[in-house]
């Protein structure tokens, strides 16, 4: 039997890698008060904390609390063609529905399946039932406006939601990175569901290095697409978007889930006060020298345009990773 | 940031009390830190309960006599308010069993009385029987008097002795198909009280006795019908059901001579039931405590009731387990489903043991996976999914063991020990899993917290173990400093390496 290849230590600490432990105790406890964690488990209150910071969302439609609204939702949707279904407490994206158009009476989903009316009613007695929340607390529905991707990453994601991950620390923006859905993520943009997460230069939003399931990759596994030389465009509104949210959620470290509306540019997607580690691979460098430096910032700026300033000017990769590119 | 001073001072102040008190312990009372010198102390508690009838109360329990086997350490009594005398254990009169007597001027409602008694097991000590009177041919009626002539005229040319003519009619009353006379006989007399009397009718000395049977952590306990036959100067103990036993230092005799076990005047609805514990105590405390019963150390768990003592010596277990788990999951990194699910698990190993605690786990597990497929199909709420799944895992157990009962599976019964609640849950959980992070998941998790409940199980179950945290209630506050240093590791996980294996 051959023994798993594992890294050594030493050498992650010198890299500045953050594990569980440390992320767990210096940062999410150290920087995220538990009183403001439901502005970012309750979708509903993140959308109204982020407009009021001047964040863009996709507007929310309507909210049903109850069976009974539930019940008659058909009157409510007539003229709505186009639309998503999101359980206000979900997690890791289940529960959200995506109805992209109507044909005869019939919902058509995102990937072509056809639902009728009373499909669309029993998902949602089954949001506000909750069976998509933590815990199985009842929970709302909410309606909103589809985002239409921008087609920039057309071929380069499986049926899903390309997103772009941002962690904020202490309003800083300090790493990125962008996550296709796989076949094998099932549509999902979740790393641990085997997503992609592609590396981004925080300087200017070029692709670093790709990996899946914690292990570099090249292609993407089902169109077999490259996955270099990507760029992101619009990306220092993406970063004020995330800078913004350290306002709204109050929450000193933050995983910010953005996407590219065809039209409307960056919007939020969602918040997530507990981020994953494995960015950190996608962009090959640790995380702990960022964090240190923002540390060290006795006040941050209370400008989110000046941190997001700060944070191209230091923490870009460009200079350093030019060699990396040319191996690649 | 946390500074790690504060923490520092607290970790030390827990590991120096938690030393030194053990330490204390150790050189005051002479408990030891190793289990190996010890000798066996069964203590056993007898509980009565009445009810008294607004009155003068008497209250006589039957005392268990002096027999090989077995050294009495000390015996006592709790009861409130009442009069009490014991006879003591070296009156002249052997013939008669000793008694408890408890008295009060007037009690109403339910009574709670205990007697609490200590021995040590010793076998090299014998007690001298005093040989019985041949006893006189008890009286029977017709048709009675028949069977037993005709079931003693089939007996007596098979045996050679009394004990081979015991053996022979034991047999005889549970040989299937039943003898015709034996089955009359039975429905008359239960099987111990009918053995005495034919015995009897053949001119042997034998005797209807009760026994407890001393299993470490029973509670609730009653006892057990056993024989005597007197045979060669001593008694010879028979199985009424599977013949001849050899007395052994698991049994206990209580009731011989005396026609009742409990007997309440001034009182009703009384009943008595026994818990019984063992403790591995130093041979030199032992020897001392003969002398002087007192010298019990006095902040010890000892003192307390041994229904109480017998739960504790789980409980006192349960910080092992939890320790097991903190390390696992935050230096190993392994994914278990349920944060302390492995320790209760591992608990219920501790009475299964581990092989058909496994089997037996598995499958409730996977047989409720199966029926809450079902379920889901049924668009059930949560608390309501949950509460079927409770019922349905107590279906999943009855049949378990009633199947491995019939198979003769003995330890298919110990299922039973399982927390069903957290089984529900736990199957709740995986069904989850399964269908939203798909089945290797739920393989990942699941082997996980068994593999954390077999490390659990297998140090909470060392011997060391086991006697550190009973003698030394002080050794978990070691544990607590141990889980407190662990809970502030910023280090990496070991599975972290793993992941990060690219990062080079």
């Not at chain 1, 923006?173 to 790393?191: C, Y």
């Not at chain 2, 607004?54 to 009069?83: C, H, K, M, W």
């Not at chain 2, 001298?128 to 028949?146: M, Q, R, S």
């Not at chain 2, 910080?319 to 990194?333: D, E, N, S, W, Y």
């Amino acid at each position: 039997m051959k023994l798993p290849q594992c890294a050594n230590p030493i050498s992650l600490n010198k890299q500045g890698i953050l594990g569980m432990n440390r992320r767990n105790i210096d940062y999410i406890s150290c920087y995220n008060d538990r009183q403001h964690f439901p502005n970012v488990d309750d979708k509903l209150k993140t959308k109204r904390i982020a407009q009021q910071a001047g964040v863009s969302v996709p507007e929310l439609i309507m909210v049903i609390h109850t069976q009974r609204e539930a019940d008659s939702i058909a009157e409510q949707l007539t003229g709505i063609n186009q639309f998503v279904f999101k359980p206000a407490q979900g997690s890791g994206g289940k529960g959200i529905l995506i109805i992209l158009s109507r044909e005869e009476g019939l919902f058509v989903k995102s990937n072509g399946e056809k639902l009728s009316i009373h499909d669309l009613v029993r998902h949602l007695s089954n949001i506000i039932s909750g069976l998509y929340s933590l815990g199985g607390r009842t929970d709302v529905a909410i309606m909103e406006t589809l985002v239409n991707f921008d087609p920039v990453f057309n071929d380069l994601s499986y049926e899903g939601v390309p997103d772009i991950r941002l962690i904020v620390f202490r309003g800083y923006p300090v790493m990125g990175m962008l996550r296709l859905a796989t076949r094998a993520s099932d549509g999902k943009a979740n790393l641990h569901q085997g997503a992609i997460g592609i590396g981004l230069d925080m300087a200017v939003g070029e692709s670093i290095g790709a990996v899946q399931y914690n292990r570099p990759i090249q292609k993407h596994p089902d169109s077999g697409a490259s996955l270099s030389g990507i760029s992101i465009p619009h990306w220092r509104t993406l970063l004020l978007l995330a800078a913004r949210c350290y306002e709204a959620s109050k929450l000193g470290y933050l995983g910010a889930d953005l996407v590219l509306d065809k039209a409307r540019g960056p919007l939020l997607l969602e918040l997530n006060a507990r981020p994953g580690l494995t960015i950190q691979v996608a962009n090959k460098s640790g995380l702990l020298p960022r964090l240190r430096k923002i540390e060290q910032i006795e006040i941050p700026a209370s400008d989110p345009q000046q941190r997001v300033d700060y944070a191209i000017q230091q923490f870009s990769k460009r200079g350093k990773s030019a060699d990396l590119f040319a191996q690649d | 940031m946390n500074r790690p001073g504060p923490l520092l001072l607290f970790v030390t102040i827990l590991l120096i009390l938690g030393i030194v008190s053990a330490q204390f312990r150790h050189n005051t009372y002479q408990v030891p830190f190793l289990p190996g010198e010890q000798q066996t102390v069964w203590q056993i508690e007898a509980k009565l309960k009445f009810f008294a009838e607004d009155g003068p109360v008497q209250a006589i329990l039957t005392l268990p006599p002096e027999q090989s086997n077995f050294r009495f350490l000390s015996e006592n009594t709790a009861s409130s308010g009442y009069g009490i005398k014991i006879d003591d254990i070296s009156s002249n009169d052997k013939t008669q069993q000793r008694l408890a007597r408890w008295s009060k001027r007037t009690a109403s409602g339910a009574q709670t009385l205990y007697y609490k008694l200590e021995i040590s097991t010793d076998a090299e000590r014998r007690v001298e029987a005093i040989p019985p009177e041949i006893p006189g041919k008890p009286v029977w009626d017709e048709p009675y008097l028949t069977a037993a002539a005709d079931l003693l005229a089939i007996a007596y040319p098979k045996s050679a002795d009394s004990l081979t003519l015991a053996e022979t009619l034991t047999q005889l009353l549970h040989n299937k198909p039943l003898d015709q006379n034996a089955a009359l006989l039975l429905s008359k007399y239960s099987a111990p009280e009918l053995l005495a009397r034919l015995l009897a009718n053949a001119q042997v000395a034998a005797r209807h006795v009760k026994a407890l049977a001393l299993e470490d952590g029973r509670r609730r306990q009653s006892l057990t019908d056993m024989l005597e036959v007197w045979q060669d100067d001593t008694w010879h103990l028979l199985d009424p059901i599977s013949g001849p036993t050899a007395k052994s230092e698991q049994l206990l005799l209580w009731q011989t001579d005396s026609p009742f076990l409990l007997e309440v005047s001034g009182g009703s609805r009384s009943r008595v039931s026994f818990s019984v514990i063992s403790q591995t105590r130093p041979a030199l405390e032992l020897s001392a405590q003969e002398v002087n019963p007192e010298t019990a150390p006095v902040f010890s768990l000892y003192s307390l009731p041994i229904e109480e003592q017998s739960m504790f010596k789980l409980i006192m277990l349960l910080p092992v387990g939890a320790l097991v788990v903190v390390f696992m999951r935050t230096m190993i990194g392994i994914k278990t489903s349920g944060t302390f699910m492995p320790v209760l698990i591992a608990m219920s190993f501790l009475q299964t043991k581990l092989v058909p605690g496994l089997i037996s786990f598995l499958l409730v597990i996977s047989v409720g996976l199966m029926i809450r497929t079902y379920l889901s199909l049924l668009n059930l709420l949560l608390v309501a999914r949950i509460a079927a799944l409770v019922i349905v895992v107590i279906g999943i157990i009855s049949l378990v063991s009633v199947v491995s009962y019939r198979l003769g599976l003995i330890g298919g019964l110990t299922i039973t020990f399982f927390p069903m609640i957290i089984l529900a849950w736990t199957i709740e959980r995986m069904a989850i899993i399964w269908e939203e992070e798909g089945p290797r998941e739920v393989f990942i998790q699941g082997g996980g917290s068994l593999f954390v409940a077999t490390l659990a199980y297998l140090l909470m179950d060392q011997a060391l173990t086991r006697h550190l945290a009973f003698n030394f209630p002080e050794i978990h506050l070691c544990i607590l400093a141990l889980i407190v240093l662990i809970g502030r590791y910023t280090g990496y996980r070991l599975s972290e390496l793993y992941r990060f294996a690219d990062m080079k």
